[in-house]
Protein backbone atom coordinates (compact mmCIF):
# COMPACT_ATOMS: atom_id res chain seq x y z
CA UNK A 1 0.00 0.00 0.00
CA UNK A 2 3.24 2.56 0.24
CA UNK A 3 2.27 3.84 -3.46
CA UNK A 4 -0.82 5.02 -2.14
CA UNK A 5 0.25 6.61 0.95
CA UNK A 6 1.34 10.45 0.39
CA UNK A 7 4.06 11.38 -1.32
CA UNK A 8 4.71 14.99 0.17
CA UNK A 9 4.78 13.18 3.48
CA UNK A 10 6.75 9.83 2.84
CA UNK A 11 9.56 9.50 0.29
CA UNK A 12 10.04 5.92 0.72
CA UNK A 13 9.14 2.83 2.76
CA UNK A 14 6.11 0.33 2.90
CA UNK A 15 2.94 -0.45 4.60
CA UNK A 16 2.72 -4.53 4.50
CA UNK A 17 -0.09 -6.53 5.64
CA UNK A 18 -0.15 -10.44 6.75
CA UNK A 19 -2.33 -12.58 8.18
CA UNK A 20 -1.99 -16.05 9.69
CA UNK A 21 -5.35 -17.08 10.65
CA UNK A 22 -7.01 -14.63 12.53
CA UNK A 23 -4.04 -13.04 13.29
CA UNK A 24 -3.28 -9.82 10.99
CA UNK A 25 -0.05 -7.81 10.99
CA UNK A 26 0.34 -4.00 10.18
CA UNK A 27 4.16 -3.35 9.14
CA UNK A 28 5.03 0.16 8.98
CA UNK A 29 8.25 1.29 7.48
CA UNK A 30 8.28 4.54 6.46
CA UNK A 31 10.76 7.50 5.43
CA UNK A 32 10.18 11.36 4.86
CA UNK A 33 9.12 14.50 6.76
CA UNK A 34 5.92 14.86 9.43
CA UNK A 35 5.78 17.47 11.68
CA UNK A 36 3.54 16.41 14.93
CA UNK A 37 2.69 18.82 17.32
CA UNK A 38 2.78 17.63 21.17
CA UNK A 39 -0.77 15.66 21.56
CA UNK A 40 -1.61 16.05 18.23
CA UNK A 41 -2.51 12.37 15.86
CA UNK A 42 -2.31 12.08 12.19
CA UNK A 43 -4.60 10.14 9.61
CA UNK A 44 -1.59 8.61 7.49
CA UNK A 45 -4.23 5.89 5.22
CA UNK A 46 -7.00 4.69 5.01
CA UNK A 47 -7.25 1.03 4.03
CA UNK A 48 -9.92 -0.33 1.18
CA UNK A 49 -13.18 -0.74 2.67
CA UNK A 50 -12.98 -4.75 1.78
CA UNK A 51 -10.29 -5.20 4.43
CA UNK A 52 -10.93 -6.53 7.78
CA UNK A 53 -10.41 -4.26 10.41
CA UNK A 54 -10.84 -3.75 14.24
CA UNK A 55 -10.17 -1.32 16.73
CA UNK A 56 -6.46 -1.84 17.33
CA UNK A 57 -3.61 -0.12 18.96
CA UNK A 58 0.30 0.00 19.11
CA UNK A 59 3.14 1.80 19.79
CA UNK A 60 5.66 2.65 16.85
CA UNK A 61 9.94 3.77 17.02
CA UNK A 62 10.89 7.00 15.19
CA UNK A 63 13.86 8.66 14.91
CA UNK A 64 12.69 11.24 17.71
CA UNK A 65 10.71 9.19 19.97
CA UNK A 66 7.84 6.56 20.30
CA UNK A 67 4.66 7.33 18.53
CA UNK A 68 1.01 5.50 19.30
CA UNK A 69 -0.53 3.70 16.38
CA UNK A 70 -4.18 2.87 15.53
CA UNK A 71 -6.16 1.28 13.41
CA UNK A 72 -10.08 1.71 13.45
CA UNK A 73 -13.38 0.28 12.33
CA UNK A 74 -13.61 2.63 9.08
CA UNK A 75 -9.90 1.20 8.14
CA UNK A 76 -8.20 4.50 9.37
CA UNK A 77 -4.48 4.74 10.36
CA UNK A 78 -3.57 7.32 13.00
CA UNK A 79 -0.58 8.03 14.15
CA UNK A 80 -0.84 10.22 18.09
CA UNK A 81 2.35 11.99 19.32
CA UNK A 82 1.49 11.46 23.59
CA UNK A 83 4.52 13.17 24.81
CA UNK A 84 4.63 16.57 25.71
CA UNK A 85 6.77 17.87 22.95
CA UNK A 86 6.86 18.56 19.48
CA UNK A 87 8.06 15.59 16.83
CA UNK A 88 10.15 15.70 13.99
CA UNK A 89 9.98 12.37 12.31
CA UNK A 90 11.85 11.09 9.13
CA UNK A 91 11.59 7.24 9.82
CA UNK A 92 9.22 5.45 11.61
CA UNK A 93 8.96 1.84 11.78
CA UNK A 94 7.14 -0.79 14.24
CA UNK A 95 4.11 -3.77 13.79
CA UNK A 96 0.61 -3.40 14.78
CA UNK A 97 -0.87 -6.74 15.49
CA UNK A 98 -4.62 -7.47 15.45
CA UNK A 99 -6.74 -10.79 16.18
CA UNK A 100 -10.15 -10.95 13.93
CA UNK A 101 -13.07 -12.18 15.49
CA UNK A 102 -15.85 -13.98 13.59
CA UNK A 103 -19.60 -12.26 14.16
CA UNK A 104 -21.98 -14.10 16.82
Known amino acids: YSYLLPVSTWTSGSLYFSTR ?22 LIYTLPMNFPTINAYGILNTDD ?4 VSINTSGEITLSNISASNMTINKVQGCLSYTLS ?3
Do not use: M, Q, R
Open 21 to 42: GLIVNCYINLEGTLSLAAGNST
Open 102 to 104: FPS
Open 65 to 68: GVLT
